[in-house]
């Protein structure tokens, strides 16, 4: 199959998963400050956060395989920073200050907003922000500025390695940081499942035909699903622990999902709406879980059994998702693009021809 012909939908229906697996995370969790208390077991309910590990692995192979089209020049470092600063930037600062303004207001009292809160928010750096989910953009932001200097080299190989040992190297130096926020930031191993994505992008790219049996993506959802009934964990593994649990897994996933292709029933095109949307998901569904825990603790709710209202929650927050994307993301994107004069690249065009976008969001645990 020539590397044109690959639409990559399988992706986008695996980042409406990743989604829906982290919603049904933090729905879960807020459920337990009902008077009825936990409904789910811990592990069922700590096994979204791997909705995480799977972005990171998409985000890896993404960046890779739409930086280096085939036939065509690669992009170049100031580009590229371009393209995801556009994409990540806009939606996520609006999303900022819609917390910032309900803070103000009286709600969110237990937040704590000062000048160090917001320029972290305001730039995306380690540490508390307005959005407390932002901790996986931080990640992204540093793998982009890590890729987009690699991309200097100009060629898909000498890129992705460098990529991986800066990566690999950041890990390794990080605890001599004298910051322990920044420490525990650069030190993580997280950063590992990046690469997992950028070594499936380069197996991927230089393929002729991909088989991957889908066995080995059932495997490993059962493997992030049963991983937390083995593995202590307080709310999420450990990252060294969840790279090996949950992000190998994920990396057999999303090689099991390469080849699938273009959905024709409506449940399809659906779960490809929802890929789409997966950003806006992210960010929206923080308001949803405010509400929700406004609810339980002022009202009637709180009082009932959560089997019943956790999944309309769950229902709420993919419809506020959804509409996001398709009445403020899309439309504050479109002028984006025409302030910074520039054309979308090939792959967006065809996403908006034929297929929602296929780029990094990013989820929370």
């Not at 991986?164 to 030190?187: K, P, V, Y």
């Amino acid at each position: 199959m020539n590397r044109q012909d690959r639409d990559l939908f399988g992706l986008q229906i695996l980042r409406a998963i990743a989604a829906i697996g982290v919603i049904v995370r933090h729905t879960l969790d807020m459920s337990d400050g009902s008077e009825a208390g936990r409904f789910s077991p811990a592990w069922l309910t700590a096994a979204g956060g791997a909705g995480v590990d799977l972005f990171f692995v998409i985000s890896g192979f993404i960046m890779v395989y739409v930086s280096f089209p085939q036939g065509q020049p690669p992009d170049t470092p100031k580009r590229f920073i371009v393209k995801r600063a556009t994409r990540i930037f806009p939606l996520y600062w609006i999303c900022s200050a819609a917390i910032a303004a309900i803070s103000l207001i009286g709600f969110l009292r237990n937040m704590h907003i000062d000048s160090y809160t917001i320029f972290n928010s305001a730039f995306l750096l380690p540490g508390e922000k307005l959005i407390y989910v932002a901790w996986t953009l931080s990640y992204e932001i540093y793998f982009y500025i890590i890729f987009a200097v690699s991309l200097c080299f100009g060629r898909i190989l000498p890129t992705s390695v460098s990529t991986i040992f800066m990566m690999i190297g950041g890990i390794l130096i990080g605890r001599e940081i004298q910051n322990s926020t920044l420490a525990d930031f650069a030190s993580s191993p997280l950063v590992m499942e990046f690469c997992f994505g950028i070594v499936l992008a380069l197996s991927f790219s230089a393929s002729r035909k991909w088989r991957v049996p889908a066995a080995l993506g059932v495997l490993g959802f059962l493997v992030i699903i049963v991983s937390p009934i083995f593995v202590p964990h307080p709310g999420a593994l450990p990252d060294a622990t969840r790279v090996i649990a949950w992000g190998l897994p994920a990396t057999l996933i999303v090689a099991a999902f390469l080849e699938v292709r273009r959905p024709q029933s409506k449940a399809g095109r659906a779960a490809v709406l929802l890929g789409d949307a997966s950003y806006a998901l992210y960010l929206t569904h923080v308001f949803v879980m405010i509400a929700y825990g406004w609810l339980i603790k002022s009202t009637l709710v709180g009082g009932m059994s959560q089997v019943v209202v956790a999944p309309v929650i769950i229902i709420l927050c993919l419809i506020v998702g959804v509409l996001t994307h398709l009445f403020v993301e899309r439309p504050v994107l479109d002028y984006v693009r025409k302030v910074t004069r520039r054309q979308p690249a090939r792959w967006l065009l065809e996403a908006r021809s034929q297929t929602p976008e296929i780029e990094a969001g990013s989820l929370s645990r």
